[in-house]
Antibody
Framework: EVQLQQSGPELRRPGSSVKLSCKASGYSITDYLMHWVKHRPEHGLEWIGWIDPEDGETKYAQKFQSKATLTADTSSNTAYMQLSSLTSEDTATYFC???????????????WGQGTLVTVSS | DIQMTQSPASLSASLGETVTIECRASEDIYNGLAWYQQKPGKSPQLLIY???SLHTGVPSRFSGSGSGTQYSLKINSLQSEDVASYFC?????????FGAGTKLELK
């Protein structure tokens, strides 16, 4: 059974950074891209980008290019997202999500982590 | 970026009723569209992919249709467990984009 287990809630000061994790089980993360999605109730869902854990290749939505850094550790089957220079606009729930299809095919998200709430507040 | 315009923003319906949610893309997305259901505090759950394919385990009262720039999600015989928010997502082109969501409540 495919499962994505995300790290717990985070509280950070403005200007700081945070690193979220997403541990996959039931499959090898090298076989599928890992996507990250931002959710704010008043703003809906936003796609941040993906990482190919097999070779570290990444693709970002332009607005997250300098905000998010995606990495992966194949030895622990875990993907990570670091968010830098945090502001109140980064307060949101962040999801990791895996596509249904392997490789670089256009993909819908069949599997989602439970989400990590990041709160940015002084 | 492809803009996804979803309507209505909220919807109130009775048990057993049929409801329809629409999504319009700013350009042709060639059926590269998925629908998700999200309940408060939970992650989105896939309902439909490729505009009209039902994801494994999803009740058959959910269906998707459309083509080009116009797509819709239909829920037949509304059940209490269908109270949730619903989002469309295009994956035809990067960046993937989502509709703003439809909040479905019971009347």
């Amino acid at each position: 059974e495919v499962q994505l287990q995300q790290s717990g809630p985070e509280l950070r000061r403005p200007g700081s950074s945070v690193k979220l994790s997403c541990k996959a089980s039931g499959y090898s993360i090298t076989d599928y891209l890992m996507h990250w999605v931002k959710h704010r109730p008043e703003h809906g869902l936003e796609w941040i980008g993906w990482i190919d854990p097999e070779d570290g290749e990444t693709k970002y939505a332009q607005k997250f290019q300098s905000k998010a850094t995606l990495t992966a550790d194949t030895s622990s089957n875990t993907a990570y997202m670091q968010l830098s220079s945090l502001t109140s606009e980064d307060t949101a729930t962040y999801f990791c999500a895996r596509g249904q299809l392997p490789g670089y095919n256009p993909n819908w998200f069949a599997y989602w982590g439970q989400g990590t709430l990041v709160t940015v507040s002084s | 970026d492809i803009q996804m315009t979803q309507s209505p923003a909220s919807l109130s319906a009775s048990l057993g009723e049929t409801v329809t949610i629409e999504c319009r893309a700013s350009e042709d997305i060639y059926n590269g569209l998925a629908w998700y259901q999200q309940k408060p505090g939970k992650s989105p759950q896939l309902l439909i992919y490729n505009a009209n394919s039902l994801h494994t385990g999803v009740p058959s009262r959910f269906s998707g249709s459309g083509s080009g720039t116009q797509y819709s999600l239909k829920i037949n015989s509304l059940q209490s467990e269908d109270v949730a928010s619903y989002f469309c997502q295009q994956y035809y082109n990067y960046p993937y984009t989502f509709g703003a969501g439809t909040k479905l409540e019971l009347k």
